[in-house]
C-alpha cells in the first residue's frame, strides 16, 4: 500500500462495535496509513446490501451473514459473548405464575415459557412475538436453540420477527413484541426502562460464544489485500485496547457518543460486563469450528440446501490465515496465545444439548428433536 488509503466501515450502534470505534478515535488506523469513515448503518440488511454493492469497503457484521452471503469474507471476530434473551415483565409475570421457581435459578430454560404458550393456545389467544435482529444471526440461532429445548418450535408456537437492534426497546414499549434476543446494551436499556427482564446470557448458553466479525467482499480483499490488512491490524490493537479494564472508562465516553451508540454512559458501563470479550481467549480468531456450528443451525432451520458443502462454505468464507498473518505481523504488540485457539470454549460447551462434531455439522442439525432437518 503506497501512500493513506480512504476507507469507508460500516457499523450498526451496540457495545461490540466497539474495535471500530477505538480504532478510528484511538489513531489506530490512522498509524496504519488508513484514513477510515465510520458509517453508522440502521440494520444488518443495510449493512449487507451496502458492503456487497461496494458502498461500503467494510463493516461489523453478523458472523452467520457473512457465511450466508454470496462471496463474502470474514478475517477477523470481533466479540464473544454479550447478546441476552430478553422479555417483556408481563411475559416474565405470566411464566412465573406458571411455574414460580423457573426464573429463580442461575441458568433460565425455557420450560416455562411452554407451558404459558400451551395455556394461551387453550384459551385461542395468540401466538406470542419474539424479534431477533435478522434471519442470519447467532441471535436467531440463540433464541431457537433455547425455545428448541423446551420442546417449543419457534415456526409453529411463537412468532418470530426481525427487528433493528436500537428498535427493540421500543417494539417492546408498544407491545408490538413479547421479548427479543439482541446484543449489548439494548438488554440493559429495556431492563433499567422497567419494560423487559432477562432471561439467559450468551454467556450462559455458550461461554465464549461467537457473534460478530469483521466482513468484507472477496473481491474487494482481492483487490485491496494491503489496505485489509492494514486494517486488520489497527482492529487487532483496537480489540486488544477494548478488553483492558483501565480502559473502559474512556472506552464507554467514546461508545456513549451519540454518532457511536448514543445511549447513557452507565447503561455501557454494565454493557460491558455483560461478559464481552473483545481480545482474549483468541476472540479475534475467525474459528472454522464457529463457522461449522452456525452452518449446521442454518441446516437445522432449513436455511440452507441439503446439497450445500458446509465445510467448503466454512473454509471460503472464515479466514483465519488472514487474521494470524496480521496478529503476528504486530509482534510484541500481542501475546501469542491471542492469536491461536488452544484456550477459547468448543462448541460443545453449550448450555445443553448433543455435542457438536465440527466433522458432521449436518447429523448434528439432525439430531435434534425440534427442526427442519432430517
Same mark, same amino acid.
Given at each position: 500500500?503506497s501512500?493513506r488509503?480512504?476507507?469507508?466501515?460500516?457499523?450498526?450502534p451496540?457495545?461490540?462495535?466497539?474495535?471500530?470505534? =477505538?480504532?478510528?478515535?484511538?489513531?489506530f488506523?490512522? &498509524? &496504519? %496509513?488508513?484514513?477510515?469513515?465510520l458509517?453508522?448503518e440502521?440494520?444488518?440488511a443495510?449493512i449487507?446490501?451496502?458492503v +456487497?454493492?461496494?458502498a461500503?469497503d467494510g463493516?461489523?457484521?453478523?458472523?452467520?451473514?457473512?457465511?450466508?452471503?454470496?462471496?463474502m469474507?470474514?478475517?477477523?471476530?470481533?466479540n464473544?459473548?454479550?447478546?441476552?434473551? @430478553?422479555v417483556?415483565?408481563?411475559?416474565?409475570?405470566?411464566?412465573?405464575?406458571?411455574?414460580?421457581?423457573?426464573? /429463580?435459578?442461575?441458568?433460565v430454560?425455557?420450560?416455562?415459557l411452554?407451558?404459558?404458550i400451551a395455556?394461551?393456545?387453550?384459551? +385461542?389467544?395468540?401466538?406470542? @412475538?419474539?424479534?431477533?435482529?435478522?434471519?442470519h444471526?447467532?441471535?436467531?440461532?440463540?433464541? $431457537?436453540?433455547?425455545?428448541g429445548?423446551?420442546?417449543? *418450535?419457534?415456526?409453529?408456537?411463537?412468532?418470530?420477527?426481525?427487528?433493528?437492534?436500537?428498535r427493540?426497546?421500543?417494539?417492546?414499549?408498544s407491545?408490538?413484541?413479547d421479548?427479543?434476543?439482541? %446484543?449489548?446494551?439494548?438488554?440493559? =436499556?429495556?431492563?433499567?426502562?422497567?419494560?423487559?427482564?432477562?432471561?439467559?446470557?450468551a454467556?450462559?448458553?455458550?461461554?465464549?460464544?461467537?457473534?460478530?466479525?469483521?466482513?468484507?467482499?472477496?473481491?474487494?480483499? *482481492?483487490?485491496? +489485500?494491503?489496505?485489509? $490488512?492494514?486494517?486488520l491490524?489497527?482492529?487487532?490493537r483496537?480489540?486488544?485496547w477494548?478488553?483492558?479494564?483501565?480502559?473502559?472508562?474512556?472506552?464507554?465516553a467514546?461508545?456513549?457518543r451519540p454518532?457511536h451508540v448514543?445511549?447513557?454512559?452507565?447503561?455501557?458501563?454494565r454493557?460491558?460486563?455483560?461478559?464481552?470479550?473483545f481480545h482474549?481467549?483468541?476472540?479475534?480468531?475467525?474459528?472454522?469450528?464457529h463457522?461449522l456450528?452456525?452452518?449446521?443451525?442454518?441446516a $437445522?432451520?432449513?436455511?440452507?440446501?441439503?446439497?450445500?458443502?458446509?465445510?467448503a462454505?466454512?473454509?471460503?468464507?472464515? $479466514?483465519?490465515?488472514?487474521?494470524?498473518?496480521?496478529?503476528?505481523?504486530?509482534?510484541?504488540?500481542?501475546?501469542?496465545?491471542?492469536v491461536?485457539a488452544?484456550?477459547?470454549?468448543?462448541?460443545?460447551?453449550?448450555?445443553?444439548?448433543p455435542?457438536?462434531?465440527?466433522?458432521?455439522p449436518?447429523?448434528?442439525?439432525?439430531?435434534?428433536?425440534?427442526?427442519? /432437518?432430517r
Open positions: 500500500m501512500g488509503a480512504d476507507l469507508t466501515l460500516g457499523f450498526i451496540l457495545t461490540d462495535c466497539a474495535p471500530l470505534v =477505538v480504532a478510528k478515535t484511538r489513531g488506523f490512522a &498509524e &496504519e %496509513g488508513l484514513e477510515v469513515v458509517s453508522r440502521a440494520s444488518w443495510t449487507r446490501d451496502k +456487497g454493492v461496494g461500503l463493516a461489523h457484521m453478523l458472523a452467520p451473514m457473512a457465511l450466508a452471503a454470496d462471496s469474507l470474514a478475517p477477523l471476530a470481533l464473544q459473548n454479550g447478546s441476552a434473551v @430478553t417483556g415483565t408481563k411475559l416474565a409475570a405470566m411464566m412465573r405464575e406458571a411455574d414460580p421457581e423457573a426464573l /429463580a435459578g442461575p441458568l430454560t425455557a420450560d416455562a411452554m407451558e404459558v395455556r394461551r393456545r387453550a384459551q +385461542g389467544a395468540p401466538p406470542l @412475538t419474539f424479534a431477533v435482529v435478522f434471519p444471526s447467532m441471535h436467531n440461532y440463540f433464541l $431457537r436453540y433455547w425455545l429445548q423446551a420442546g417449543i *418450535d419457534p415456526d409453529r408456537d411463537v412468532r418470530l420477527v426481525v427487528t433493528p437492534p436500537p427493540m426497546v421500543e417494539h417492546l414499549r407491545g408490538e413484541i421479548g427479543f434476543c439482541v %446484543g449489548a446494551p439494548w438488554n440493559t =436499556v429495556a431492563v433499567d426502562e422497567g419494560l423487559g427482564e432477562v432471561l439467559i446470557k454467556s450462559q448458553f455458550w461461554p465464549g460464544g461467537p457473534d460478530k466479525v469483521f466482513g468484507v467482499t472477496a473481491a474487494w480483499a *482481492d483487490r485491496h +489485500g494491503d489496505e485489509l $490488512r492494514a486494517a491490524r489497527a482492529l487487532i483496537a480489540s486488544a477494548a478488553d483492558e479494564p483501565g480502559n473502559h472508562a474512556e472506552l464507554v467514546l461508545l456513549s454518532d448514543g445511549v447513557e454512559a452507565e447503561v455501557l458501563v454493557a460491558l460486563k455483560s461478559e464481552i470479550v482474549r481467549h483468541a476472540a479475534g480468531l475467525p474459528r472454522r469450528e463457522a456450528w452456525f452452518l449446521s443451525q442454518m $437445522r432451520w432449513g436455511q440452507v440446501g441439503a446439497d450445500v458443502d458446509l465445510a462454505v466454512a473454509d471460503r468464507v472464515y $479466514r483465519p490465515d488472514l487474521f494470524r498473518e496480521a496478529a503476528l505481523s504486530l509482534g510484541p504488540v500481542l501475546d501469542p496465545a491471542q491461536f488452544d484456550a477459547a470454549p468448543a462448541a460443545s460447551a453449550l448450555f445443553d444439548g455435542s457438536f462434531d465440527p466433522a458432521n449436518r447429523g448434528y442439525a439432525a439430531s435434534f428433536p425440534v427442526g427442519r /432437518a
